[in-house]
């Protein structure tokens, strides 16, 4: 479980999160939505520690995070697995090295049992036959699904999700979906994800948080969210002409 | 007040780089791909501007050197130490600015706006030493390679040009070559270039790696990678010549 309590973020003068109070669950996908701009990214971020915070505390289970010493932090990232908008697989290396790199780092595994454990982390996302291709060779769907590999070849107990959809058709969209979703249930991960794609949120959002102008003015479970009077998020939920056709001919 | 914080900054970053490793295996591995990709990788461009300065040196020596009362293996010692002194370190570290130091430059500035860094630091990794340490010790250790072949390539082109043309006997060429020979010049060359792969491959890699933005933002970090190391490594030419040479 990830607690993050009265969290405040600014850059110089602009506040982009603002008393930000949430719990996301174990086990379950937690979803971060809101417009471009709301804070998702810098939220994300923030929980992950790649930004510092000005207030507030962000707690993995019983450990707070921003208390937390350099040595200490890096124990805890060592648990987080994390799906970048852009998959962030490094272009040099391949998709076999890319998913070896975490257990190459922090595991005294023999070459085999590496070779082992990322060929499961690939067959676990449907990809197989692609050790030796380099990310320039490979589509972005197929990028985002390495980049899954990666993110969960040393178990993690955190997954994090910057807009795992953005830039895919929407058939490939759905298989990332489904994938994040059975995956955080198979390993009974603390899951989060943040997205503005509305198919994901009725799919796979267990919890759903709405950010608007860096303050939380919402929370529900997928189904809560077709039934809202919050403004605000139904002017989000309901922004395509698809979306406005279907709520008045459910 | 930029100046200072940039260099507080670049402080920092050179603390992280010196951490103590992950992982030794993994640093040596990287070490030796960078070894490739800055050292070996150079090998072309540093023969081809060597030969053509060690010919032209000769040419231009020679010219000014055209009167009886001077003895003519005079252009030799004065190729030679040209090369020794001067070309072979800090011209050499020049070119290498720039070929090498903006390809850090880019290289990692790239994999910052592209979130590869952030995929680092996520994972637990030392981003920065991880990236940066082997880089320092391949260049480290091959830019003196690349300065001593420098000075034979560059000594063996004035050679060539005596041997095309008939400005100067080969052999008044060879004596002005080994006549005074300091062997202390070279240690003194080598000694400089340590330094500058040392300057090049840190300030390009700060260029690089607090780069924001995009595309844009990259060519500007590796633009601004290859004037900074140039005029660090002529600062540093400067207080080395008069620290060691004085």
């Known amino acids: 479980m990830i607690e993050v309590k009265h969290l405040t973020k600014k850059f110089e003068d602009k506040t982009v999160l603002d008393d930000v109070s949430i719990t996301f669950e174990q086990g379950k996908t937690n979803l971060i939505i809101g417009q471009s701009g709301s804070g998702k990214t810098v939220l994300l971020k923030s929980i992950v520690g790649l930004h510092t915070v000005d207030q507030g505390e962000i707690w993995y289970d019983d450990r707070q995070y921003n208390s937390l010493n350099f040595k200490q932090k890096k124990e805890i990232r060592k648990e987080i697995g994390m799906l970048f908008q852009g998959a962030a697989l490094f272009d040099s290396s391949t998709v076999e090295e890319n998913v070896m790199l975490p257990l190459d780092m922090f595991t005294e595994m023999s070459y085999k049992e590496k070779l082992s454990r990322v060929n499961f982390c690939l067959e676990r996302v449907n990809l197989t036959e692609v050790n030796s291709l380099f990310p320039s060779e490979i589509s972005g769907g197929m990028k985002k699904r390495v980049a899954i590999a990666r993110a969960i070849a040393l178990n993690p107990k955190y997954l994090f999700c910057d807009e795992p959809n953005s830039g895919l058709d929407p058939q490939t969209g759905i298989v990332i979906d489904n994938l994040i979703k059975n995956i955080t249930e198979e390993f009974n991960i603390t899951t989060i994800i943040n997205t503005h794609d509305m198919n994901s949120v009725i799919e796979i959002g267990d919890k759903v948080v709405f950010i608007y102008e860096g303050k939380k003015i919402w929370e529900g479970s997928n189904q809560e969210i077709m039934k809202t009077e919050c403004k605000e998020l139904n002017e989000f939920v309901f922004a395509t002409n698809l979306a406005k056709k279907l709520r008045e001919n459910p | ?246």
């Open chain 2, 1 to 246: 007040m930029k100046f200072f914080e940039e260099a507080g900054q670049y402080f920092i970053l050179l603390t992280k780089v010196f951490a103590k490793p992950e992982k030794y295996i993994l640093y040596y591995r990287q070490t030796v791909k960078e070894v490739e990709k800055i050292g070996l990788n150079s090998f072309g461009i540093v023969v081809i501007i060597s030969i053509f300065v060690g010919a032209v040196i000769t040419i231009q020596t020679n010219y000014n050197l055209e009167n009886p009362l001077l003895p003519r293996y005079l252009v030799g010692v004065t190729v030679r130490d040209s090369l020794l002194l001067e070309f072979s370190s800090t011209m050499v570290a020049l070119i290498l600015a720039g070929k090498v130091g903006s390809s850090i430059a880019s290289e990692i500035g790239t994999m910052r706006v592209s979130e590869q860094i952030d995929a680092l630091e996520i994972m637990g990794v030392n981003s920065a030493s991880y990236l940066i340490l082997p880089k320092i010790i391949a260049a480290m250790f091959f830019f003196p390679i690349l300065s001593l072949l420098s000075m034979f390539v560059g000594i063996f082109g004035g050679y060539l040009t005596c041997i095309l043309t008939d400005i100067l006997l080969p052999s008044d060429y060879i004596y002005g070559i080994q006549y005074m020979f300091y062997p202390h010049y070279i240690s003194y060359s080598v000694t400089k270039v340590v330094f500058y792969a040392f300057i090049i491959v840190t300030i390009s890699s700060y260029q690089g790696y607090y780069a924001e933005g995009g595309a844009l933002e990259v060519g500007r970090s590796s633009t601004k990678a290859v004037v900074y190391s140039s005029i660090l490594v002529l600062l540093a030419n400067l207080i080395l010549t008069k620290l060691i040479l004085s």
